[in-house]
């Protein structure tokens, strides 16, 4: 899974079919631990994801933490359908807190909605610490008019490259040679434009040519900075490939014959990954 970093996944006997793309968040929690120390941060908050996510990391977080000679001055929990009181409460925890560094071990969603409370209140001023579930968001960058997360550090999955993905996710206009409608309405949108059988009922718009130039087009389509996570999934689908190759027995053909199901394939995908 590609961005299943809990912790508890690891658990094979609750998961025995589950195999990681995406270290484990015990390593992550802990890495966290040693950023805060390495900075001489020694009285720190600590808020997280009601959820197995952040449950699971902050308690890893501040077992490390505490072996590290560093103390939570306050360790909250929250979820984003919370109540507006709920917020509002951890918002007055952080005001009276001493601390000036608050770790957040929480995913994007919920960051998002903590986000704007703080925004409400301007509260600034705080160094910010946060697990790869929404330190890198670029949804979260966006909402920070306020400048309340400026100079936020954190962790995220390593640089990663895969030939040819770029282009494949661009090329988008083979779609419309069989007639696809989605290749239409995405287009439209794309360009904010429209094609002469479009049912589109915007006016003044120009007309679609189909020969638009996607590399010029900037938005989260065309954005590439995941392509660390992208890189998981394909190494995900690539190990299903591997397993369901040898299963076949694959060479110039593959025996079509086999009947093939979930547990054979998990056994396959284990061995090759213990083998690997």
């Known amino acids: 899974i590609a961005f299943a970093t809990c912790a508890c996944l690891s658990d094979k006997t609750k998961y025995p079919s589950f195999l990681r793309t995406v270290p484990s968040d015990y390593y992550q929690s802990r890495a966290l631990a040693q950023l805060v120390k390495h900075f001489g941060w020694t009285w720190v908050g600590a808020i997280r994801t009601n ?8 308690a890893t977080f501040t077992e490390t933490a ?7 001055e306050y360790s909250v929990s929250f979820f984003r359908t919370d109540s507006s009181d709920k917020i509002k409460h951890i918002i ?3 005001k009276a807190s001493i ?4 770790v957040a071990f929480v995913v994007a ?3 998002n909605v903590l986000l704007e409370a703080l925004s409400q209140h301007n509260l600034t001023g705080h160094q910010w610490v946060g697990s790869e579930g929404w330190i890198i ?5 966006k909402m920070d008019t306020h400048h309340i997360l400026d100079g936020a550090i954190g962790l995220f999955i390593p640089k990663a490259h895969v030939s040819g993905m770029k282009e494949f996710i661009l090329d988008v206009k083979s779609l419309n040679s069989s007639g696809n409608k989605m290749f239409t309405e995405f287009w439209e949108t794309l360009f904010n434009c429209k094609f002469k059988q479009s049912n589109s009922s915007a006016e003044n718009q120009r007309e679609c040519t189909g020969h638009e130039d996607l590399t010029g087009v900037k938005n989260s389509f065309t954005d590439m900075s995941f392509m660390p996570t992208l890189n998981n999934l394909y190494k995900g689908v690539y190990a299903v490939a591997h397993a369901l190759h040898n299963i076949l027995g694959c060479n110039e ?4 014959k086999v009947q093939i199901d ?5 056994s396959t995908l284990n061995q090759l990954y213990l083998s690997s």
């Open 51 to 58: 959820d197995d996510y952040g449950n699971n990391g902050m």
């Open 253 to 256: 053909t593959c025996n079509n």
């Open 262 to 266: 979930p547990l054979m394939v998990s």
């Open 109 to 111: 969603t919920d960051m």
């Open 92 to 94: 007055d925890i952080i």
């Open 137 to 141: 968001d670029t949804r979260t960058a």
């Open 66 to 72: 505490q072996q590290l000679g560093i103390c939570l």
């Open 99 to 102: 601390s000036k560094v608050v």
